[in-house]
């Protein structure tokens, strides 16, 4: 659906800097776009394709070519016909491009129509290198190429520098560089409209080009042509160039008044703006002499050398190298020899008088600068400048401060989407990799949303060469080495330029695998079409062009080649195998979906639905049973599906679903690492009751008006897909429409992939200097829609100005998610302590969104409406509902509101931020971080043990003597509430498993170690008992199992989390993921259990067949497993009670061998069968090498042992 922003001739309105140069380019009558999308400019052509219905009205044909250089390549026939053209790229593809554009640039632009179109190349540049795999400096190789460059400053001229570059480009004939940063690309703010001008020529109206007109020595770049058109450049139109700079007066010397002063500064580019905000935030605005050059290369002389008499030291402030720098030594020096210029001087930029100057690493921010400049000023002082030193001082000194936070907040690197068909591709090949044969395979690299395979749980990334090329690095490797090699290649890489790798290899005769992951997107930059596809950026019907022929048809019929899925793991991984072996080419081709573009339209049939009927009779969704889960995570170190999540139980951490993520595409289920993965089928009769709509949300008070002297500051911190970008998109519209000054900027390179992203909006009064950055310690507001991210982002907080809103869910980094890595758990005490922390207002956001909305979707607006409530954003309600109704999708309007509405009711009935007054049971709160009571789990167990009974009686009686043996426990030890809680489970739990007499040998062992224990110590080795011994014996085997899969607490826990309502017709069924093993007469027997059997009613069933133990454990039937228990209850128990009394800490390190909470997740003994064996056996030897000198414990018995103690 088409924007009406790119329509509007007039007024003010709030875009980012991809929406202005379309918007841009439409008010300059270009006629062409094309090119190939990379980040930071990458959206250019998610909006063309959006909007292609305003490019047809307005005669603008946008095409996306195959690779960069066909896009410059296409400037080059716009321009023989006299049509303004623009090509879009990133800065590496650049690199691509740079043969054409230097063609181009060199031929005469004058078209056969008789009219001269512009060629502006816009090249994105990211200096700090956030989502690109270098860092981008294009300056000089478009000098390089001879290119004009022109660099805006600010979202208005970011637009209206589109026709200026064009106009440009005709007055000098060359191809001129329109240079943007990723902080001007993905940033914006509100700018000044005109109307949209079409091109004179458009592809609505086609001409016929007359040919007898070719001047063939200007437009054909070969020798002897190419001698006399270079001497045109360089003596013809780069003098042209400054002739129209001059004329137009492009480049300016801002804040002259006439006086000498010891400095000046020079800035072009977002530079500019951050030295402005630097200044103004020093105090310093307007003091000193600044020559704003809009075209930097060449750079116009005449104003360098009138700059050079009204100041003593030029400060030169740019990014990366020193481009502008270096020509204003160049021009200056001329100046002196030529007599015009008395004197030089000085010129600093890269260095200071006392030391480095501006970086030439990384990128600028405006707090480098106020730290660079505010120290120069303070080491150069300026008489002509009022500079207050204190005020510099308290400038530094809160910089100085935010630097001493020391605050170690775990990275959070980006991760492949919950339903991405590569991961099924890495997870296959990474579990390979675990076998002898096959683990020394190399891996090429290549540019791709795979590019994250070099990211943990993977690691699938040995080298990384270029976009399409990890199959010709193989090359070179090839002849040298006896390694089998692959190499992974997206299908836009493919048809980009990948397909001349694979015949390279070919033709070569290389010994490697291409795996080409076939999602029918380019979805690394945003999801737009590839010649797969069947249609282009206009929406017009296109010939698909089919990956598997076009390798078919290169290998005639001597190689490999196979179509396939990657979703069906088992079928996978044998294939991968047998490739592997063979020798030659081989080409498996990964045929799945993109995830997102797939259950995004999923997502719309199912709102379809909704809108239509009000509810969906039927879903299914992946649940993980929490009580058989045994935190092992070979599900997340196997998949790294952030679809899965870390959650807090009584026995510690486990990991569950995270519903607002996952797709449920059931690929964690196929890892078959152990049986608590279930499908979860919910059927209604009528939609399901609301929750929110319990709470009245009508007539909240209306906050104090919140009124800001010069500007305003957020930063918003959060992960992608939590809805930050639509946060600032909301502030931003909003201040709009308030009429202030509006910046902001969205980092949001790697945002649809679960990596940090953040976003700035500034509001100023129309006085005050602000770029699209907020400085460091200045935010007046800091929301955190993750605790995480927002611990992160206090470089930008402070006590004295910053307030902060957060919600205090953490979304688990891949690392935390594969047990590599832990999260710190001071993370809100530190926000809470770098901001104002009278203000400060936190709270498990994301629960409560779940469990008022369904989803953690919403968190962001109602933090929105807690910041509104509390007085915090300076605009009017009336404003802010009506950015929130612009920029979310119709269908979730009313949804957003209600979440506004209920964001300002907390402020107002904070209660509701401990879930109070929300639910009668307190075990939904168990969903939500919250603990039960002793007390409630000890009547809620008694309860569910004399309902467990099929003679009643007996589970009454069953019942009280449970209520006795815990109770007299409790008593005994006297402890805390949580190791009471823990008892009480532990102890239903093992009668469960077993019977009465078998939780009784629980406890009096855990009673032994009890008063062998330290309260000095805090009774550790009691806690570490109470939970260990009941480990090993609650063993989790195919009767323990299905009772905990049917557990009444589990069921009642599900019906909560997927608001399921008995009285409202509403039914929850199971479809247990189960592989059953056996051994029968010495041989293990393993079967995935159907479908059709796989539901409660035979879980129950199984689980009241405790009596078929005593023949199975004759057989050998977790014999391991009941060895283990064995050997943890008397060999490991029994070294800590004798020796506790003389070598407590020794004593304490052996009760742990099994789960030390001080060592990694991976050292812990958890899981099922095969990943659990070598882990007990590991656990033995580490306790052998504790046991003193000389001591001799007996072998681990390996024979069946007895289910008894």
Same mark, same amino acid.
């Given at each position: 659906?088409?924007?009406?922003?790119?329509?509007?001739?007039?007024?003010?309105?709030?875009?980012?800097?991809?929406?202005?140069?379309?918007?841009?380019?439409?008010?300059s009558?270009?006629?062409?776009?094309?090119? #190939?999308?990379?980040?930071?400019?990458?959206?250019?052509?998610?909006i063309?394709?959006?909007n292609?219905?305003?490019l047809?009205?307005?005669g603008?044909?946008?095409?996306?070519?195959?690779?960069?250089?066909?896009? +410059?390549?296409?400037?080059?026939?716009?321009?023989?016909v006299?049509?303004?053209a623009?090509?879009?790229?990133k800065?590496?593809?650049?690199?691509?491009?740079?043969d054409p554009?230097?063609?181009?640039?060199?031929?005469?632009?004058?078209?056969?129509?008789?009219?001269?179109?512009g060629?502006?190349?816009?090249?994105? &540049?990211?200096?700090?290198?956030?989502?690109?795999?270098?860092?981008?400096?294009?300056?000089?190789?478009?000098e390089?190429?001879?290119?004009?460059?022109?660099?805006?400053?600010?979202?208005?001229?970011?637009?209206?520098?589109?026709?200026?570059?064009?106009?440009?480009?005709?007055?000098?004939?060359?191809?001129?560089?329109?240079?943007?940063?990723?902080?001007? %690309?993905?940033?914006?703010?509100?700018?000044?409209?005109?109307e949209?001008?079409?091109?004179?020529?458009?592809?609505?109206?086609p001409?016929?080009?007359?040919?007898?007109?070719?001047d063939?020595?200007?437009?054909?770049?070969?020798p002897?042509?190419t001698?006399?058109?270079?001497?045109?450049i360089?003596?013809?139109?780069?003098?042209?160039?400054?002739?129209?700079v001059?004329?137009?007066?492009?480049?300016?010397?801002?804040?002259?008044?006439?006086?000498?002063?010891?400095?000046?500064?020079? +800035?072009?580019?977002?530079?500019?703006?951050?030295?402005?905000?630097?200044?103004?935030?020093?105090?310093?605005?307007?003091?000193?002499?600044?020559?704003?050059p809009?075209v930097?290369?060449?750079?116009?002389?005449e104003?360098?050398?009138?700059?050079?008499?009204?100041?003593?030291?030029?400060?030169?402030?740019e990014e990366?190298?020193?481009?502008?720098?270096n020509?204003?030594?160049?021009?200056?020096?001329?100046?002196?020899?030529?007599?015009?210029?008395s004197?030089?001087?000085?010129?600093?930029?890269?260095?200071?008088?006392?030391?480095?100057?501006?970086?030439?690493?990384s990128?600028?921010?405006?707090?480098?600068?106020?730290?660079?400049?505010?120290?120069?000023?303070?080491?150069?002082g300026?008489?002509?400048?009022?500079?207050?030193?204190?005020?510099?001082?308290?400038?530094?000194?809160?910089?100085?401060?935010?630097?001493? #936070?020391?605050?170690?907040?775990?990275?959070?690197?980006?991760?492949?989407?919950?339903?991405?068909?590569?991961?099924?591709?890495?997870?296959?090949?990474?579990?390979?990799?675990?076998?002898?044969?096959?683990?020394?395979?190399? %891996?090429?690299?290549?540019?791709?949303?795979y590019?994250?395979?070099?990211?943990?749980?993977?690691?699938?990334?040995h080298?990384?060469?270029?976009?399409?090329?990890?199959?010709?690095?193989?090359?070179?490797?090839?002849?040298?080495?006896?390694?089998k090699?692959?190499?992974?290649?997206?299908?836009?890489?493919?048809?980009w330029?990948?397909?001349?790798?694979?015949?390279?290899?070919?033709?070569?005769?290389?010994?490697i695998? #291409?795996?080409?992951?076939?999602?029918k997107?380019?979805?690394?930059?945003?999801?737009?079409?590839?010649?797969?596809?069947?249609?282009?950026?206009?929406?017009?019907?296109?010939?698909?062009?089919d990956?598997?022929?076009?390798?078919?048809a290169?290998?005639?019929?001597?190689?490999?080649?196979?179509?396939?899925?990657?979703?069906?793991?088992?079928?996978?991984?044998?294939?991968?195998?047998?490739?592997?072996?063979?020798?030659?080419?081989?080409?498996?081709?990964?045929?799945?979906?993109?995830?997102?573009?797939?259950?995004?339209?999923?997502?719309?049939?199912?709102?379809?639905?909704?809108?239509?009927?009000?509810?969906?009779?039927?879903?299914?969704?992946?649940?993980?049973?929490?009580?058989?889960?045994?935190n092992?995570?070979?599900?997340?170190?196997?998949?790294?599906?952030?679809?899965?999540?870390?959650?807090?139980?009584?026995?510690?951490?486990?990991?569950?679903?995270?519903?607002?993520?996952?797709?449920?595409d059931?690929?964690?289920?196929?890892?078959?690492?152990?049986?608590?993965?279930?499908?979860?089928?919910?059927?209604?009769?009528?939609?399901?009751?609301?929750?929110?709509?319990?709470?009245?949300?009508?007539?909240?008070?209306?906050?104090?008006?919140?009124?800001?002297?010069?500007?305003?500051?957020?930063?918003?911190?959060?992960?992608?897909?939590?809805?930050?970008?639509?946060?600032?998109?909301?502030?931003?519209?909003?201040?709009?429409?308030?009429?202030?000054?509006?910046?902001?900027?969205?980092?949001?390179?790697?945002?649809?992939?679960?990596?940090?992203?953040?976003?700035?909006?500034?509001?100023s009064?129309?006085?005050?200097?602000?770029?699209?950055?907020?400085?460091?310690?200045?935010?007046?507001?800091?929301?955190?829609?993750d605790?995480?991210?927002?611990?992160?982002?206090?470089?930008?907080?402070?006590?004295?100005?910053?307030?902060?809103?957060v919600?205090?869910t953490?979304?688990?980094?891949?690392?935390?998610?594969?047990?590599?890595?832990?999260?710190?758990?001071?993370?809100?005490?530190?926000?809470?302590?770098?901001?104002?922390?009278?203000?400060?207002f936190?709270?498990?956001?994301?629960?409560?969104?779940?469990?008022?909305?369904?989803?953690?979707?919403?968190?962001?607006?109602?933090?929105?409406?807690?910041?509104?409530?509390?007085?915090?954003?300076?605009?009017?309600?009336?404003?802010?509902?009506?950015?929130?109704?612009?920029?979310?999708?119709?269908?979730?309007?009313?949804?957003n509101?209600?979440?506004?509405?209920?964001?300002r009711?907390?402020?107002?009935?904070?209660e509701?931020?401990?879930?109070?007054?929300?639910v009668?049971d307190e075990?939904?709160?168990?969903?939500?971080?919250?603990?039960?009571?002793?007390?409630?789990?000890?009547?809620?167990k008694?309860?569910?043990?004399?309902?467990?009974?099929?003679?009643?009686?007996?589970g009454?009686?069953?019942?009280?003597?449970y209520?006795?043996?815990?109770?007299?426990?409790?008593?005994?030890?006297?402890? &805390?509430e949580?190791t009471?809680?823990?008892?009480?489970?532990?102890?239903?739990?093992?009668?469960?498993?077993?019977?009465?007499? #078998? +939780?009784?040998?629980?406890?009096?062992?855990?009673?032994?170690?009890?008063?062998?224990?330290?309260?000095?110590?805090?009774?550790?080795?009691?806690?570490?008992?109470?939970?260990?011994?009941?480990?090993?014996?609650?063993?989790?085997?195919?009767?323990?199992?299905?009772?905990?899969?049917?557990?009444?607490?589990?069921?009642?826990?599900?019906?909560?989390?997927?608001?399921?309502?008995?009285?409202?017709?509403?039914?929850?069924?199971?479809?247990?993921i189960?592989?059953p093993?056996?051994?029968?007469?010495?041989?293990?027997?393993?079967?995935?259990?159907?479908?059709?059997l796989?539901?409660?009613?035979?879980?129950?069933?199984?689980?009241?067949?405790?009596?078929?133990?005593?023949?199975?454990?004759?057989?050998?039937w977790?014999?391991?497993?009941?060895?283990?228990?064995?050997?943890?209850?008397?060999?490991?128990?029994g070294?800590?009670?004798?020796?506790?009394?003389?070598?407590?800490?020794?004593?304490?390190?052996?009760?742990?061998?099994?789960?030390?909470?001080?060592?990694?997740?991976?050292?812990?003994?958890t899981?099922?069968?095969?990943?659990?064996?070598?882990?007990?056996?590991?656990?033995?030897?580490?306790?052998?090498q504790?046991?003193?000198?000389?001591?001799?414990?007996?072998?681990?018995?390996?024979?069946?042992?007895?289910?008894?103690?």
């Amino acid at each position: 659906m088409s924007d009406k922003r790119f329509v509007q001739g007039s007024g003010i309105n709030a875009f980012n800097g991809n929406e202005l140069i379309v918007k841009g380019a439409l008010e300059s009558k270009v006629g062409l776009m094309a090119g #190939y999308p990379g980040s930071p400019v990458a959206e250019v052509f998610t909006i063309l394709e959006e909007n292609a219905e305003i490019l047809r009205e307005c005669g603008l044909w946008a095409e996306m070519t195959n690779d960069e250089s066909q896009g +410059a390549a296409a400037l080059n026939g716009a321009l023989d016909v006299g049509v303004n053209a623009v090509a879009v790229m990133k800065s590496v593809g650049l690199n691509v491009a740079a043969d054409p554009i230097n063609i181009i640039n060199y031929a005469d632009k004058l078209g056969l129509s008789g009219k001269r179109g512009g060629a502006l190349v816009v090249c994105g &540049d990211d200096p700090h290198a956030s989502s690109t795999q270098v860092a981008g400096d294009s300056r000089q190789l478009m000098e390089h190429l001879k290119m004009a460059i022109i660099e805006p400053s600010t979202p208005q001229e970011v637009k209206d520098w589109i026709g200026e570059g064009l106009r440009l480009s005709q007055y000098s004939n060359l191809v001129v560089g329109y240079l943007i940063t990723t902080y001007l %690309a993905e940033g914006g703010g509100s700018v000044v409209l005109s109307e949209n001008q079409p091109s004179e020529i458009t592809f609505k109206n086609p001409i016929t080009l007359d040919i007898s007109k070719i001047d063939i020595k200007r437009r054909v770049s070969i020798p002897p042509n190419t001698w006399d058109l270079e001497k045109e450049i360089i003596r013809e139109r780069f003098p042209r160039v400054h002739e129209y700079v001059r004329d137009h007066k492009l480049d300016k010397i801002l804040y002259d008044d006439g006086r000498k002063h010891r400095i000046g500064f020079i +800035a072009a580019g977002i530079s500019y703006s951050y030295l402005e905000q630097a200044l103004w935030e020093l105090g310093l605005d307007e003091q000193f002499p600044i020559l704003k050059p809009a075209v930097t290369y060449p750079l116009e002389p005449e104003i360098v050398g009138e700059l050079s008499k009204k100041v003593e030291n030029i400060i030169v402030v740019e990014e990366k190298s020193p481009a502008i720098e270096n020509q204003v030594k160049t021009i200056l020096d001329d100046l002196v020899q030529e007599g015009r210029l008395s004197s030089m001087p000085k010129v600093w930029g890269k260095f200071f008088p006392q030391g480095d100057g501006f970086p030439e690493e990384s990128g600028l921010t405006p707090s480098n600068l106020i730290e660079k400049v505010g120290n120069l000023l303070l080491e150069l002082g300026d008489p002509a400048a009022n500079i207050d030193q204190k005020k510099i001082h308290n400038e530094l000194d809160l910089l100085a401060e935010i630097k001493a #936070y020391g605050l170690l907040v775990p990275p959070r690197s980006p991760g492949f989407c919950a339903g991405c068909p590569h991961r099924e591709t890495l997870s296959a090949v990474h579990s390979l990799r675990d076998t002898p044969e096959h683990k020394d395979i190399f %891996a090429h690299g290549d540019i791709g949303c795979y590019s994250m395979s070099f990211l943990p749980p993977f690691g699938e990334m040995h080298n990384l060469t270029a976009m399409s090329l990890g199959g010709a690095a193989g090359s070179g490797m090839d002849p040298f080495v006896t390694n089998k090699q692959y190499a992974l290649m997206g299908d836009s890489t493919f048809f980009w330029r990948g397909m001349t790798a694979i015949s390279n290899s070919i033709k070569e005769g290389q010994d490697i695998l #291409y795996l080409i992951l076939d999602n029918k997107n380019t979805a690394m930059t945003g999801h737009q079409p590839t010649p797969e596809t069947g249609h282009n950026l206009m929406g017009d019907k296109t010939t698909p062009q089919d990956i598997e022929s076009i390798v078919r048809a290169m290998g005639q019929g001597q190689i490999y080649v196979k179509k396939m899925p990657p979703s069906n793991r088992e079928k996978y991984m044998k294939e991968l195998d047998k490739v592997f072996e063979k020798p030659g080419v081989k080409v498996i081709i990964a045929d799945k979906e993109c995830g997102i573009t797939f259950h995004k339209r999923k997502r719309s049939e199912r709102n379809r639905i909704i809108e239509r009927q009000g509810f969906v009779k039927k879903e299914t969704f992946v649940n993980i049973s929490q009580e058989v889960c045994e935190n092992c995570r070979e599900c997340t170190k196997n998949t790294g599906c952030p679809g899965l999540t870390i959650i807090d139980t009584d026995y510690g951490e486990k990991i569950g679903i995270d519903q607002s993520i996952c797709v449920s595409d059931t690929y964690c289920t196929k890892v078959m690492a152990c049986p608590s993965f279930e499908k979860v089928i919910i059927t209604r009769n009528k939609p399901p009751k609301s929750r929110v709509k319990n709470i009245p949300l009508d007539n909240i008070p209306q906050p104090a008006p919140h009124r800001f002297k010069d500007t305003w500051k957020v930063f918003i911190s959060g992960v992608g897909g939590m809805g930050v970008g639509v946060m600032s998109s909301v502030l931003a519209r909003a201040g709009t429409k308030e009429g202030y000054h509006v910046r902001f900027n969205d980092k949001k390179g790697l945002a649809i992939r679960n990596g940090a992203v953040s976003a700035h909006v500034l509001y100023s009064n129309g006085m005050a200097k602000i770029s699209t950055i907020v400085p460091n310690g200045k935010a007046d507001l800091l929301m955190g829609v993750d605790l995480l991210e927002a611990e992160r982002s206090l470089v930008y907080a402070s006590q004295v100005h910053t307030t902060a809103v957060v919600n205090t869910t953490v979304v688990p980094t891949i690392p935390m998610l594969a047990g590599m890595m832990t999260y710190p758990p001071d993370a809100e005490e530190n926000i809470r302590r770098h901001t104002n922390s009278d203000e400060y207002f936190g709270g498990r956001i994301s629960e409560i969104s779940e469990l008022y909305f369904g989803s953690k979707l919403f968190t962001n607006i109602i933090l929105l409406g807690a910041a509104f409530q509390k007085g915090l954003v300076p605009v009017s309600e009336q404003n802010l509902v009506d950015a929130i109704m612009e920029t979310v999708p119709a269908s979730q309007r009313a949804r957003n509101m209600e979440a506004f509405r209920l964001g300002r009711k907390m402020v107002v009935s904070p209660e509701l931020l401990d879930f109070k007054n929300i639910v009668a049971d307190e075990r939904i709160l168990t969903l939500f971080g919250a603990k039960e009571s002793y007390q409630s789990i000890l009547d809620m167990k008694a309860k569910q043990i004399s309902h467990s009974y099929w003679m009643f009686w007996k589970g009454k009686k069953t019942a009280d003597e449970y209520r006795r043996l815990v109770m007299s426990t409790v008593a005994t030890m006297g402890l &805390d509430e949580d190791t009471n809680r823990g008892i009480a489970r532990r102890v239903y739990d093992l009668i469960m498993w077993g019977d009465l007499s #078998y +939780a009784e040998k629980y406890v009096d062992r855990v009673l032994e170690v009890f008063r062998n224990d330290r309260a000095d110590k805090g009774f550790a080795a009691t806690n570490i008992a109470m939970l260990d011994l009941h480990k090993v014996m609650a063993i989790k085997d195919e009767i323990y199992t299905p009772h905990l899969l049917t557990d009444d607490e589990k069921l009642d826990r599900d019906k909560i989390r997927y608001n399921v309502d008995d009285k409202n017709g509403d039914r929850i069924t199971y479809e247990h993921i189960n592989r059953p093993e056996f051994e029968v007469f010495g041989k293990q027997v393993r079967f995935d259990l159907p479908q059709w059997l796989a539901h409660n009613w035979l879980m129950r069933i199984f689980k009241h067949m405790k009596w078929t133990r005593t023949i199975l454990d004759s057989w050998g039937w977790h014999k391991k497993e009941r060895a283990f228990r064995d050997w943890y209850k008397d060999d490991v128990v029994g070294f800590y009670l004798k020796t506790a009394s003389t070598d407590y800490d020794l004593a304490l390190r052996a009760l742990r061998v099994i789960n030390d909470p001080y060592r990694p997740n991976e050292f812990a003994v958890t899981g099922f069968r095969e990943v659990i064996y070598p882990k007990m056996d590991k656990a033995r030897r580490e306790f052998e090498q504790l046991v003193e000198p000389g001591q001799e414990l007996p072998v681990m018995p390996m024979i069946s042992a007895s289910s008894e103690l």
